[in-house]
């Protein structure tokens, strides 16, 4: 089943430093989510990008998409101590079609930590 | 303007026992979702609702679980007869339309532990 890598599975840095973090998948999607997720509850969606966009930038996140070599990037600049969450790529499982096409798949996240 | 909310935010059990698990979903929402985490994973599907109806119940573990939707709104996922292996997070999740890009909005969830 289609399902997101993030690498790496613990990143821990400095207040004030980027932050980046990969997503590798299998198979071929619409497009890519990425979600932050602190002390183990609700995930909040952070954004969106499609599979005809390259980049995507809100606030502080930039995030780009590579479909050739089927991974994804979250970058997060000048990083805060409120950043330090669980990050998780996530995508659609079909591709518009049939059931299955809207639940998302997720990896097992990527564990940042900054320190003030 | 209120999220996802979920009841209750925890629950302890004893194994063999059953449990409810309730989600708000965002009004005017039609999708909901329902996943689980163990501690440290990712998420795992459980069943997905559009409107009442679950196209999608791949997820379901065992036929220990259940989930029913009323009213396009409220759902509970029930767990019949629950091992320690039920032990997780449940997350509930809604969008807007069943677009596969439309993004999911989450609930809090519940932590279920089983004795």
């Known amino acids: 089943s289609q399902q997101g890598e993030e690498d790496p599975q613990a990143l821990s840095i400095q207040e004030g430093e980027n932050a980046t973090m990969n997503c590798s998948y299998k198979t071929s999607i619409n497009n890519l989510q990425w979600y932050r997720q602190n002390s183990g509850r609700g995930l909040v969606h952070l954004i969106l990008?499609?599979?005809?966009?390259r980049e995507k930038h809100s606030g502080r996140l930039r995030v780009t998409l590579d479909t050739s070599k089927k991974s994804s990037s979250l970058l997060i600049t000048a990083s805060r101590a409120a950043d330090t969450a669980s990050y998780f790529c996530a995508m659609p499982r079909g591709v518009y079609s049939g059931a299955g096409s809207y639940q998302l798949t997720f990896g097992k996240g990527t564990k940042l930590s900054v320190i003030p | 303007g209120a999220g996802v909310s979920q009841s209750p935010s925890n629950k302890v059990t004893e194994k063999g026992k059953d449990v409810e698990l309730r989600c708000d979903p965002i009004?005017?929402?039609?999708?909901l979702y329902w996943y689980r985490q163990s501690l440290g994973q990712g998420l795992e599907f459980l069943i997905y609702?559009?409107?009442?109806?679950?196209?999608?119940k791949s997820g379901l573990p065992s036929d220990r679980f259940s989930a029913e939707r009323t009213g396009g709104s409220v759902s509970t996922l029930t767990i019949q007869r629950t091992q320690q292996e039920d032990s997780a997070v449940y997350l509930c999740?809604?969008?807007?339309?069943?677009?596969?890009?439309?993004?999911?909005?989450f609930g809090p969830g519940t932590r279920l532990t089983v004795l």
């Open positions: 009004s005017g929402h039609t999708a």
């Open positions: 990008i499609r599979s005809n966009e």
């Open positions: 999740a809604s969008s807007f339309g069943t677009s596969g890009g439309a993004p999911q909005y």
């Open positions: 609702f559009q409107g009442n109806s679950a196209p999608d």
